[in-house]
């Protein structure tokens, strides 16, 4: 049975993709995995991904230099697809061709989502978009590029399916992907695990500067200006917020940028 997503885009000439503002793994992984599987399965369609710049981590995907960073003409889409993004506000550049397609179609697993899209297919309790994007796709036409995307994604937003977000569902999602012959170890160590020296640098201060409160609240404090002249960047900041949360006996943790 053909699923409500495939059945939008077999009726539309042109498609535009987009996802919320500063991407992350489950973001561009559901969006790239989407994007690869239509010009596998629909070339005659015509196709396009808007997103903001992706962490140097997530551009292994396939066609990643095929994201659209700007809009360069306000054309009119047939059909656009939002992924992983609770709201129209937060599809960021994007939302001016949202606002102008023909019929908008809305992919997420936020429990704050609005249900902004003339169709709408939330699950709160799925682990990822990316798994979403996955049970609406054809599995036996999905290539090991179009697995890789989806893999990465779902890895991203459950932790390495440590989160509680996880569920039997997720796992039996994830092997099938991995049967699709992907180098799954790979994409765990270079998009999750690894990071960079000047992460590695910001964790260390966001560190230094965390303190407790009573009943054993966690606060860590990462400041853009410093008088050391120190400046992080966007793509230097993503990840670092993970580490405090793993603080043995920890309530609660809040991270702050200033």
């Not at 995307?149 to 997720?170: E, I, K, Q």
């Not at 796992?171 to 992907?182: D, N």
Request: aromatic share 12%.
């Amino acid at each position: 049975m053909i699923s409500m997503l495939l059945d939008a885009i077999s009726k539309a000439g042109t498609i535009a993709l987009g996802g919320h503002v500063r991407p992350d793994g489950d973001c561009a992984g559901s969006c790239m995995g989407l994007y690869n599987y239509v010009r596998e399965n629909f070339p005659e369609k015509e196709i396009d991904v808007y997103l903001e710049e992706l962490p140097n981590t997530l551009k292994f995907m396939k066609n990643t230099d095929k994201i659209r960073h700007e809009v360069t003409e306000e054309k009119t889409y047939d059909l656009f697809i939002a992924l992983d993004c609770g709201d129209m506000g937060r599809l960021g550049f994007s939302a001016v061709l949202f606002k102008k397609a023909a019929v908008r179609f809305c992919v997420d697993h936020h429990v704050s989502n609005q249900s902004f899209a003339d169709q709408n297919y939330i699950m709160p309790d799925a682990s990822s978009t990316s798994e979403l994007i996955y049970n609406l796709l054809d599995y036996g036409k999905m290539s090991v590029e179009t697995a890789e995307c989806l893999y990465t994604g779902m890895v991203h937003d459950t932790g390495v399916f440590r989160y509680s977000c996880t569920h039997p569902s997720t796992m039996r999602a994830a092997a099938a992907l991995m049967e699709k012959g992907i180098d799954f170890t790979k994409i765990i160590t270079e998009t999750f695990d690894e990071k960079t020296y000047a992460q590695n640098q910001i964790l260390g201060r966001a560190l230094l500067e965390s303190f407790l409160f009573y009943e054993r609240k966690m606060y860590c404090i990462l400041r853009y200006k410093r008088r050391d002249g120190f400046l992080p960047g966007k793509s230097e900041t993503s990840g670092w917020n993970r580490k405090p949360a793993e603080t043995h006996k920890r309530y609660r943790c809040c991270n702050f940028y200033v």
